[in-house]
C-alpha cells in the first residue's frame, strides 16, 4: 500500500478536525463567534463516519501500518509519519469519537451563553484531534507527540475558568503531575532510540519476538509504566485527577473519564510486547491497578461532591483496567475501556445537566434530593450507566467487568480478593449516589422545587451514551477480532510486516465464568443494599459520621495528599534556598564581580597609557631586547 491507497477515511480523521479549527479561528471567531462550534460539530459527524467505516475494514481484515513521509531524520536515523490503523487503535477511536461527538453535542448547550463560547470550541476540538494522532500514530515519537498535545489540551481546558483561584490550581496540578509522567515517555523513548535504533511499533514487536535479550529493556519498561501512571491517574499519581474536575462538565465526561486518562492504558496495550519481557513488572502493573481499583472505590464512597464521586470512580476503574494488563489480559483491558469510555461519559454529563439545572458549576449530595420525578430522562440515563457501572447483567458492564474478574480469581491470591471487593465498592458508591441525588429526601437548594429536566440538545446525547453503556457488552466478539488483528500481524502494510507474531499476553476474552459471574453479581447486590441501608433507611447516617476523624481520613485519602502536599512544599524550599544561595548568591555575585572586575583591569590598563611617548620607547626597547635574547639564544 502507498500513500496514494491511503482509504478517504484515513485522511478525513485529521483533515476534517485541522480544516474545523482553521475556519474557527480565522473566521468563525471574528464573524459570528456564538456559531464557532458549528463547523467542530460537521467535523465531529465527519471523524465519526470515517472512524466506524475504518472499523468496518478492519473487521473485515483491512488493516494498515503505512508511513506517509519523513518529517524528522539526523543521519542514518530517521522518523516518519504514519498511521496505523489496526484493531486496538481502531476499536478506541471509534468510542472516542462516537463518544466525544456526543460530548461535543452536549457542550453546545451546555456552555451556550458562556463569554469564552469559541475559545472552549476550539480547544476542546484540538484535544478531539490530539487524540486521534495518539491513537493512529505508528511510532513511539509521533506518539509523544500527540501525548504532549493532549497535556497541554488538558491545562488549558481544566483551566478554563480561569478567574477561579481553584481552576488555576487544579489546572497547573494535573499540568505538573502530568509532566513528571511524561518525562518518563520521554526516557522510555530515548532509551528505545539507544537500544533498538526503531521506534517503529511493529519493528519493536518483531524484535521483541526475535528471543534476543536487551540490556535496556527493563528500564524501558519501567519508564512506560510510569508514563502510563500518571496519565492514567494509578497510584502514586492519581492525585490530579480529582482536582481536574475544577473545568467545565464537558471537559470532564471528554478527557477525564472517555479519552485522556485512558490514554495511559492505550501506551500499555501498544507497549505490552515489551513489557511483557520483562520479569516482574506484569505483576506490578497488576498490583498497581488493584491497590489504585480498591483505594479509590472506598475514597469514592464517602465524597459529597458528585462530580469528585465520579473522579475517584474513574481512578478505580482505570485500576482495574491496568489489573488486567498486569494478569496479561489485553483484550479484557481494552474491552474495558470502550465500556467504561460511554458509561462513565453519561454519568459526568448527568451531573451536568443536574447542576445546569440548578445554576450551579458543581453539585454537592446536599443540594440535591428526590429528582427521579423532576428530570425522568437524566433519571433514565444516570440509571442506566450507574447499572452497567456496578456489573449488572446483561449490561455491557457487567460482560467487561466480569472478564477482569476472571482473570484476577483464576489468578488467585490478595488480586482475586481485591478485585471482589472493587465490585461491591463500585456498586456501593454509585448506588450510594443514585439513592442521594434521585430518591433522597434532604434537598438545601432553596429552588430545587422548579428544578425541570433539560433541553433537548442536553438529555439526548446522555440518553444515547446510556445506551451505548448498556449495549456495549455486544461488542465482545468484534473486539476480540479487533485486538487480535492488531497484535498478531496485519494483513497488509508495510514489507516485511505483515507476519504473525508469537507475542505474549492473552488477546482472547475468556468465556463467561458463571462462578465468578455469580460472585462478582453477589458483591455488587451487597454494595447495592448497603448503599441502600445507609442513605434511605437510615438517611442521617450519610451526615452523622462527618466532622471527625474519619472524615478527615477520607479526606486526605489515608494521608497520601498531606505527605504529597508536604513533599512539594519540601520541594519548593529547597527550589528557593537553590535560588537564594546559588543564583543570587553565587551566580549573580559572580555576575556582579565580573563586571567590577573588568572595571579595575580597564582601570589598571588606562593607567599605563596616558599618551607620554618617553614610556612607550622605553616598552618597545624593553619588548624588543627580549625578542632579540630569545632569538640569540
Known amino acids: ?52 467505516w475504518l472499523a468496518a475494514d478492519v473487521y473485515t481484515g ?40 456526543l460530548i461535543h453535542l452536549y457542550a453546545a448547550g451546555y456552555m451556550k451563553g458562556d463569554a469564552a463560547f469559541g475559545r472552549f470550541f476550539l480547544i476542546f476540538h484540538l484535544f478531539f484531534l490530539a487524540m486521534i494522532g495518539l491513537l ?73 519476538a526475535s528471543g534476543v535479550s536487551f540490556a535496556l529493556l527493563p528500564l524501558i519498561g519501567v519508564c512506560l509504566v510510569w508514563a502510563a501512571c500518571a496519565k492514567s491517574a494509578q497510584f502514586p499519581l492519581y492525585f490530579w485527577l480529582p482536582d481536574a474536575m475544577e ?59 458528585l462530580k469528585r464521586i465520579l473522579a475517584y470512580s474513574t481512578v478505580s476503574h482505570l ?15 481494552l474491552f474495558h475501556l470502550v465500556v467504561h469510555g460511554f458509561f462513565k461519559a453519561a454519568l459526568f454529563l448527568c451531573v451536568g445537566n443536574i447542576a445546569h439545572a440548578l445554576h450551579q458549576s458543581t453539585v454537592n449530595v446536599d443540594d440535591v434530593g428526590g429528582l427521579h420525578k423532576s428530570m425522568r430522562l437524566t433519571y433514565l440515563s444516570f440509571l442506566l450507566a450507574a447499572l452497567s457501572l456496578a456489573g449488572v447483567f446483561p449490561l455491557g458492564g457487567f460482560f467487561s467487568k466480569d472478564a477482569i474478574l476472571d482473570a484476577a480469581w483464576h489468578h488467585g491470591g490478595p488480586l482475586a480478593l481485591m478485585s471482589m471487593l472493587v465490585a461491591a465498592g463500585s456498586a456501593f458508591y454509585i448506588f450510594r449516589m443514585l439513592f442521594l441525588v434521585f430518591y433522597g429526601a434532604r434537598s438545601q437548594q432553596k429552588d430545587a422545587a422548579h428544578v425541570h429536566e433539560a433541553e433537548p440538545i442536553l438529555g439526548i446525547p446522555v440518553l444515547f451514551l446510556a445506551l451505548g453503556a448498556a449495549a456495549a457488552g455486544l461488542l465482545k466478539a468484534p473486539l476480540e477480532r479487533f485486538v487480535v488483528s492488531g497484535l498478531r500481524g496485519l494483513p ?19 468465556h463467561l465464568n458463571w462462578i465468578v459471574a455469580g460472585l462478582g453479581t453477589l458483591m455488587a447486590a451487597l454494595g447495592a443494599a448497603t448503599a441502600w441501608r445507609l442513605t434511605m433507611s437510615d438517611p442521617g447516617f450519610d451526615w452523622r459520621w462527618r466532622g471527625g476523624v474519619a472524615e478527615a481520613m477520607f479526606e486526605s485519602d489515608f494521608g497520601w495528599k498531606i505527605l504529597i502536599d508536604r513533599g512539594a512544599r519540601a520541594v519548593s524550599r529547597v527550589a528557593d534556598c537553590i535560588g537564594r544561595v546559588l543564583d543570587k548568591g553565587c551566580l549573580d555575585g559572580l555576575i556582579e564581580g565580573m563586571a567590577g572586575l573588568t572595571r579595575a583591569a580597564g582601570t589598571l590598563i588606562a593607567r599605563s597609557a596616558q599618551g607620554r611617548v618617553n614610556d612607550y620607547l622605553w616598552w618597545m626597547v624593553i619588548g624588543t631586547a627580549l625578542l632579540l635574547g630569545r632569538v640569540l639564544r
Open 492 to 510: 497488509s502494510g508495510l514489507p516485511g510486516l505483515n507476519l504473525v507474531l508469537n507475542l505474549p499476553g492473552e488477546l482472547f476474552l475468556p
Open 136 to 208: 493512529t500514530a505508528n511510532n513511539y515519537v509521533q506518539l509523544y507527540l500527540f501525548w504532549e498535545l493532549v497535556g497541554v489540551c488538558s491545562y488549558l481546558l481544566v483551566g478554563f475558568w480561569f478567574h477561579k483561584e481553584s481552576a488555576r490550581a487544579a489546572a497547573l496540578k494535573a499540568f505538573i503531575t502530568n509532566r513528571i509522567g511524561d518525562f518518563g515517555l520521554l526516557l522510555a523513548v530515548l532509551l528505545i532510540v539507544l537500544q533498538f535504533k526503531v521506534t517503529h511499533f511493529h519493528l519493536l514487536y518483531l524484535k521483541a
Open 319 to 333: 485500576g482495574l483496567m491496568m489489573l488486567a494488563l498486569g494478569l496479561g489480559q489485553v483484550g479484557a483491558a
Open 1 to 52: 500500500m502507498t500513500a496514494a491507497q491511503v482509504p478517504l477515511a484515513a485522511w478525513l480523521l485529521f483533515a476534517a478536525p485541522v480544516s474545523a479549527i482553521l475556519f474557527g479561528f480565522f473566521v468563525m471567531r471574528r464573524v459570528k463567534p456564538e456559531w464557532t462550534h458549528l463547523p467542530i460539530l460537521l467535523s465531529c459527524v465527519i471523524v465519526t463516519a470515517a472512524a466506524f
Open 62 to 101: 483491512h488493516s494498515f501500518d503505512l508511513n506517509l513521509f519523513r518529517w524528522a531524520a539526523a543521519g542514518a536515523f530517521g522518523v516518519d509519519f504514519g498511521l496505523r490503523i489496526d484493531g486496538p487503535g481502531v476499536a478506541v477511536l471509534a468510542m472516542v469519537s462516537l463518544v466525544g461527538s
Open 247 to 305: 473545568g467545565p462538565t464537558p471537559t470532564s465526561a471528554l478527557m477525564h473519564a472517555a479519552t485522556m486518562v485512558t490514554a495511559g492504558v492505550f501506551l500499555l496495550v501498544r507497549s505490552w510486547p515489551l513489557i511483557a519481557l520483562v520479569p516482574g513488572l506484569p505483576d506490578l502493573v497488576a498490583w498497581i491497578g488493584g491497590v489504585t481499583a480498591l483505594f479509590a472505590a472506598i475514597i469514592a464512597g464517602t465524597k459529597k461532591d
